[in-house]
């Protein structure tokens, strides 16, 4: 693993535990945020999200291809995986939630938030392992 990619992992593994363990349910107990509110600010935190996990997908795939890195890049596809899921799978179907309840509507409840919850904790754990394995290669590789 080379330094780029490592530091990539862990500023993403940073920004991900802050914005979807910390300012996700938090904002929701300020003052004056109501659920519209609330959603309609998720939706843009998340959208920039996933823009910036796209970007760091891509600098990363190309810095394991440069380097001549396919282990890590393999394992690397696991979390590939898990933000198409999110991204492709799940953030549509609750965009378009989202829109709803803007509007004043009060559609049922769906399975596709429990599910991104979840895949966003994998995700996390798989960002930190990558990023703790990829630091004690480098140690090891300096000593």
């Not at 659920?35 to 959208?47: A, D, M, Q, S, Y």
């Not at 823009?51 to 394992?75: A, G, K, S, T």
Request: proline share 4%; net charge positive; hydrophobic share 50%.
């Amino acid at each position: 693993m080379t330094r780029l990619s490592l530091a990539i992992l862990l500023i993403w593994f940073g920004l991900a535990l802050g914005l979807s363990c910390i300012e996700t349910p938090l904002k929701f107990q300020a003052p004056g945020v109501t659920l519209p509110i609330g959603l309609g600010i998720g939706r843009l935190v998340f959208r920039a999200l996933h823009w910036i996990e796209q970007i760091f997908i891509l600098v990363i795939c190309v810095d394991c291809l440069w380097n001549r890195r396919r282990q890590m890049l393999l394992v690397f596809a696991c979390i590939i995986l898990l933000c198409i899921a999110q991204q492709y799978g799940l953030y549509p179907t609750m965009a378009t939630r989202t829109d709803q309840i803007i509007r004043g509507a009060h559609p049922p409840a769906t399975w596709h938030h429990q599910t991104y919850i979840a895949l966003e904790c994998f995700k996390l754990v798989a960002l930190i392992s990558l990023g703790v394995w990829g630091l004690k290669k480098i140690e090891s590789q300096n000593t």
